[in-house]
C-alpha cells in the first residue's frame, strides 16, 4: 500500500480527538508533584474579556442585544428543583435505588489528560464534584451563558442561547485552548420557559457518544464528566402531556469552543453588524491562527457585470485585506462541515437535529441529542421522533442540510466579503464533499482508486440499494467485506463472490433465509461479482505490489468499525445507572475508545438490536433532556 493510502485510511483526528499523550503523566502533575484536578487549572477567560457583555445581570429570561454572553452562575439542584411541587411518593418512584446525593458516574481519562488533569485523584475530589454538578466555582472561572439564535427544521427562531449550558472557563493546554462547560446547571436568561435541568437519559448518551465519536477519529465536542445531582427533574418525554420524574444529571462537555453558525446569524439579523465581526475576528484570531497570521493576497475581484458590495456600515468599513481574511474563514468553515459530513455518512451516524444553532464554526460535532447510528441500513431513517414527519434530518438528507446551514452563513457573512465571493465560496461545497466522501467509501471498500462516475452507479449505490431491501446491518457489513472476500491464489470471479457471500451468511450478516429464493440469491451475487472484479481491477492496474488481501483487511478495518455505540447499549446503560450499577457505562466506555480493534471478549457488543428496541426512547428519542 501506498504511503499517502495508510495514512488517509486511518481516521483522521485533530487535537481534541487526541489519546493520552505519552508525557501525559509529567503534565497531570501540579508544581509541588501533586495530581493535578480542577482547583488547579489556570483559566484565561478570552471570551469574556474580549467581547460586548450583556449589561443586566440578573438571571431572568430577556431578550439581550448588543452581547455576546451573559454572566450567570450555576445554580445548585436542589435549590430551584421544580420536583419540589410534586407529592413525595411520585418523586421517589424516580429510580428508587439511585442515591438521592451527588456522585460520579462516569469521568473520562482520555478528556482529563487534554486537560493536563488526573482522572483518578478529580473523581475522588468533592470539589471537582461539587463545580462539576453545578454546585460552585472555583477561583478563576467566570461562568456565563452564550447568546446567539438559529434556524430550526429550516425556520428562523429568533435569539436562543445557552438555555441549559453554562460555560465555566477556558483554559489553555500546550497551546490549546479549551473551554468547559456544564449542561444542566441551572437557568440562565436563554432558558425561556425551561428549567435548565437535564436528565440521566440524555446526559449520559452525550456523555457516551462524545468519547465514542472521538475514538472513531470524528471531529466532536469531548465529556469530562458524567455526574448525577441527587436531584429530581420532571420531563414530559414525548411532549404528550405525561411529565414524569427522573434524575437529575450534568454532563461536562469540553471544546475549543462552542460557537456556532447561529452565534453569527443573531447579530447580523438584527443589523448589529459591529457584533458580528467582533466575533468573527475573535473566533479567526483564537481558533484560526493560520487566517489570522497569513500574509493575504488581494481578494478575487468580481467577475464582470458584478458589483462586489461588501458592506458593514459607514462605521465599519471594510478593508480588502480583511474581506479577503473573512471569506478565508468562510471556506475553512465549509471545509471543516464538509469533512464532518462526510464523515457521518461513512459511519453511518445522524445527529437528529441539525439546526444552524447545532452546526459548530469549527466543524464539530455538538449538542447530542437524539443522535442514532444506523442499524439496519435505512436511508430515511431520523432518530428524532420530531423529524419523523418531514424527515429533514434523517440519514440521507445531512448532507444538503449542513449545505443549507452554510448558505445561511454564506448569506450571514455577505456584508463582510460580498455576495460574489459568498457565492463563490458555497458554491464549492458539492465538489468538496463528493471527493471526500468518494474517498472515504473507497477505503471502506478497500480500493486504492475511486471512479466516481463508475463507482457510484455500479458499487455504491447497489450495494445501498441491497442493504435498504434485505434491512442489513450497515457497521457489521462494512466490517465483514475486510474478511469475506479473498483474493490471493487468483481465485475466479464467481468463486470468490461465492465465498464471500458465505462467509457473511455464516457470520449473520446476511440472513440466509433470505437469500434462499433465486431472485434475491442473483441480486447479492451479481453485486459481489462486480466487488470482485473491481478489487482484481485495482489491483492489476496500481502501482503497490504489496497490496494484497493482508494488508487490504488491514486497511479497510482502519477505517470500518467493528464497535458504535448502539442506541440499545446505551438504553441498557441508562437503566442499570437509574439501578445504581455504573458497570455498563463503564465498560461500554472501555470498548469503545478501541472501536477498530477486535477485542473478542466484547463480541456481544457488536449484536443487533433486540425487538424491544424498537420502541420509542431506544430506536427514535425526542428533544427532551
Known amino acids: 500500500m501506498t504511503n499517502d493510502a495508510a495514512a488517509a485510511s486511518a481516521p ?13 503523566e509529567d503534565r497531570v502533575r501540579g508544581n509541588h508533584g501533586s495530581r493535578r484536578i ?35 452562575s450555576p445554580t445548585p439542584a436542589m435549590e430551584d428543583c421544580s420536583s419540589i411541587k410534586f407529592p413525595r411518593a411520585l418523586l421517589e418512584s424516580a429510580a428508587p435505588n439511585l442515591p438521592r446525593e451527588p456522585r460520579f458516574v462516569a469521568f473520562s481519562r482520555g478528556t482529563a489528560a487534554l486537560l493536563g488533569m488526573d482522572p483518578d485523584a478529580s473523581e475522588q475530589d468533592e470539589t471537582t464534584l461539587s463545580v462539576l454538578c453545578g454546585d460552585g466555582v472555583v477561583d478563576g ?74 475514538a472513531l477519529g470524528v471531529p466532536t465536542t469531548r465529556a469530562l464528566s458524567l455526574a448525577v445531582t441527587g436531584a429530581v427533574v420532571i420531563r414530559d418525554q414525548f411532549y404528550q402531556g405525561d411529565p414524569r420524574p427522573e434524575p437529575g444529571a450534568v454532563v461536562c462537555r469540553v471544546a475549543p469552543s462552542f460557537l456556532r453558525i447561529g452565534s453569527l446569524e443573531l ?6 453588524l459591529k457584533l458580528m465581526r ?103 431513517y431520523t432518530p428524532n421522533t420530531t423529524d419523523i414527519p418531514g424527515r429533514r434530518y434523517c440519514y440521507t438528507r445531512q448532507p444538503m442540510v449542513i449545505l443549507w446551514n452554510l448558505l445561511q452563513l454564506a448569506q450571514t457573512l455577505a456584508p463582510l466579503i460580498g455576495v460574489p465571493a459568498a457565492e463563490r465560496e458555497i458554491n464549492k461545497f458539492r465538489d468538496l464533499y463528493d471527493g471526500l466522501v468518494g474517498d472515504r467509501w473507497r477505503l471502506k471498500l478497500g480500493l486504492l482508486s475511486w471512479i466516481p462516475e463508475k463507482d457510484n452507479e455500479t458499487l455504491l449505490q447497489p450495494l445501498h440499494e441491497l442493504m435498504t431491501e434485505y434491512k442489513v446491518d450497515f457497521t457489521n457489513l462494512f466490517r465483514e467485506l475486510s474478511s469475506c472476500v479473498s483474493l490471493d491464489g487468483a481465485p475466479s470471479v464467481d468463486s470468490a463472490a461465492k465465498d464471500a457471500i458465505e462467509r457473511l451468511q455464516e457470520r ?72 445504581g450499577d455504573d458497570s455498563l457505562v463503564r465498560e461500554l466506555e472501555t470498548v469503545l475508545q478501541h472501536p477498530y480493534d477486535e477485542q473478542p471478549e466484547f463480541e456481544k457488543y457488536t449484536a443487533r438490536p433486540p425487538a424491544w428496541a424498537q420502541r420509542r426512547g431506544v430506536c427514535v428519542n425526542s428533544c427532551s433532556s
Open 12 to 24: 483522521q483526528s485533530s487535537a481534541i480527538n487526541a489519546a493520552v499523550a505519552p508525557d501525559s
Open 38 to 72: 480542577l482547583k488547579d487549572l489556570q483559566f484565561d477567560d478570552s471570551f469574556v474579556r474580549e467581547l460586548p457583555q450583556d449589561a443586566c445581570l440578573d438571571n431572568t429570561t430577556r431578550q439581550v442585544k448588543g452581547a455576546a454572553y451573559s454572566l450567570v
Open 141 to 214: 472561572m467566570k461562568t456565563y451563558a452564550q447568546c446567539y439564535g438559529g434556524h430550526q427544521f429550516g425556520n428562523w427562531a429568533g435569539q436562543l442561547g445557552d438555555g441549559r449550558a453554562l460555560t465555566l472557563g477556558e483554559t489553555v493546554v500546550d497551546g490549546q485552548r479549551w473551554e468547559l462547560q456544564l449542561k444542566g446547571a441551572g437557568k440562565t436568561p436563554y432558558s425561556r420557559f425551561a428549567d435548565g435541568r437535564a436528565v440521566l437519559r440524555s446526559s449520559l448518551r452525550e456523555y457516551l457518544c462524545s468519547e465514542a465519536m472521538a
Open 267 to 272: 447579530p447580523a439579523s438584527r443589523g448589529d
Open 278 to 380: 467582533q466575533l468573527v475576528d475573535y473566533i479567526i484570531r483564537y481558533h484560526f491562527p493560520e487566517i489570522a497570521s497569513a500574509q493575504l493576497s488581494a481578494p478575487t475581484p468580481p467577475a464582470d457585470g458584478e458589483a462586489d458590495n461588501a458592506q458593514a456600515g459607514d462605521d465599519q468599513v471594510v478593508s480588502d485585506e480583511d474581506a479577503e481574511k473573512y471569506t478565508q474563514f468562510l471556506a475553512a468553515v465549509i471545509r471543516s462541515n464538509a469533512e464532518l459530513v462526510a464523515q457521518w455518512q461513512t459511519l453511518g451516524f445522524v445527529h437528529g437535529v441539525l439546526n444552524t444553532d447545532n452546526t459548530s464554526l469549527l466543524g464539530l460535532t455538538i449538542d447530542y441529542g437524539p443522535y442514532g447510528f444506523l442499524d439496519e441500513f435505512d436511508p430515511s
Open 508 to 579: 449473520g450478516v446476511l440472513d440466509k433465509a433470505a437469500l434462499d429464493d433465486s431472485s434475491s440469491a442473483a441480486k447479492w451475487s451479481g453485486w459481489f461479482e462486480t466487488y470482485v472484479s473491481r478489487l482484481m481491477e485495482d489491483r492489476r492496474e496500481g502501482d503497490d505490489d504489496s497490496w494484497d488481501d493482508a494488508h487490504r483487511r488491514a486497511s479497510m478495518n482502519r477505517v470500518n468499525p467493528k464497535y458504535i455505540l448502539r442506541n440499545y447499549l446505551a438504553q441498557q446503560a441508562i437503566e442499570k445507572v437509574e439501578e
